[in-house]
C-alpha cells in the first residue's frame, strides 16, 4: 500500500532562512507525489508534484522539492521564507483510486 | 481553491439528525472525492466517485452515504449512524486522465471545505 510519513509536526524558521518540511514514501512501483499547502479554514492548495524526469521539481510561490530515491524522500524546500509561508503542508502520494496523505507539518516563520 | 464550491462553510447538527454537505465543480473533472480532516490525522478518505452514477468506499466510509447524479455534483450525507461527526470536510476533484495509464498522476483540486458541528 502506499504511504508517506511526515515526522515532523512543526518546523520553525526566522524569515530569510531557509527551510525544510520533510516528507518520506513507501510505494509498489513508481512515486507519484504531490505537496499541499493548507491555510486556516481553508481547502488544500496545490504547490508541486513529482512525477517523473528531473529529481527537483519547482512549483508556486518559490517552493521546490527534491525526490530521491535512494532515501525515498521528498522534502520540500525553499530558499529563504517568508511569514507569510506560514501554515500546514501537507505530503502526500497517489494511489489506485486516491491520495495518501501524511499528517501534516505545521510550518511556523517567525519575523 | 479554484472551480470547486462547497456549502455551507459552516454546519451544525443536532442529534439523530442526517445533514447533506454540497460539493459543485464546474471544471469538467470526471472524478470526485470527499476527505474528512482531523486534527493531527491528516486526511482520510471517505467516498469518492470515478464518474458519474458510480461511486466507492474509501477507508472510513461508515456512517456516510454518497450520490453522483451528476457530474458536476458530488454531495456527502452524514447519516445518524455517525457516530462523531464533528470534523472539516473537504470536496476535491481530478481531470479526467489523458491515457489510460495516466490516472495516477493526475492532481487533485480541493474545494474550501466545510465544517461541522454537533449541537
Known amino acids: 500500500a502506499q504511504s508517506v510519513a511526515q515526522p515532523e509536526d512543526q518546523v520553525n524558521v526566522a524569515e530569510g532562512n531557509p527551510l525544510t518540511v520533510k516528507c518520506t514514501y513507501s510505494v509498489s512501483g513508481n512515486p507519484y507525489l504531490f505537496w499541499y499547502v493548507q491555510y486556516p479554514n481553508r481547502g488544500l492548495q496545490f504547490l508541486l508534484k513529482y512525477i517523473t524526469g528531473d529529481n527537483l521539481v519547482k512549483g508556486s510561490y518559490g517552493f521546490e522539492a527534491e525526490f530521491n530515491k535512494s532515501q525515498t524522500s521528498f522534502h520540500l524546500k525553499k530558499p529563504s521564507a517568508l511569514v507569510s509561508d506560514s501554515a500546514l503542508y501537507f505530503c502526500a502520494v497517489r494511489g489506485n483510486n486516491d491520495m495518501r496523505f501524511g499528517a501534516g507539518t505545521r510550518l511556523t516563520v517567525k519575523p | 481553491d479554484g472551480g470547486i464550491t462547497q456549502s455551507p462553510k459552516y454546519l451544525f447538527r443536532k442529534e439523530g439528525q442526517n445533514v447533506t454537505l454540497s460539493c459543485e465543480q464546474n471544471?469538467?473533472?470526471?472524478?470526485m472525492y470527499w476527505y474528512r480532516q482531523d486534527p493531527g490525522q491528516g486526511l482520510r478518505l471517505i467516498y469518492y466517485s470515478q464518474i458519474v452514477n458510480d461511486f466507492q468506499k474509501g477507508d472510513i466510509a461508515e456512517g456516510y452515504s454518497v450520490s453522483r447524479e451528476k457530474k458536476e455534483s458530488f454531495p456527502l450525507t452524514v447519516t445518524s449512524a455517525q457516530k462523531n461527526p464533528t470534523a472539516f470536510y473537504l470536496c476535491?476533484?481530478?481531470?479526467?486522465?489523458?491515457?489510460?495509464?495516466?490516472?495516477?498522476?493526475?492532481?487533485?483540486?480541493f474545494g474550501p471545505g466545510t465544517r461541522l458541528l454537533v449541537l
Open positions: 471544471l469538467n473533472h470526471d472524478a
Open positions: 476535491a476533484s481530478s481531470p479526467t486522465p489523458r491515457g489510460s495509464g495516466n490516472r495516477y498522476v493526475e492532481t487533485q483540486y
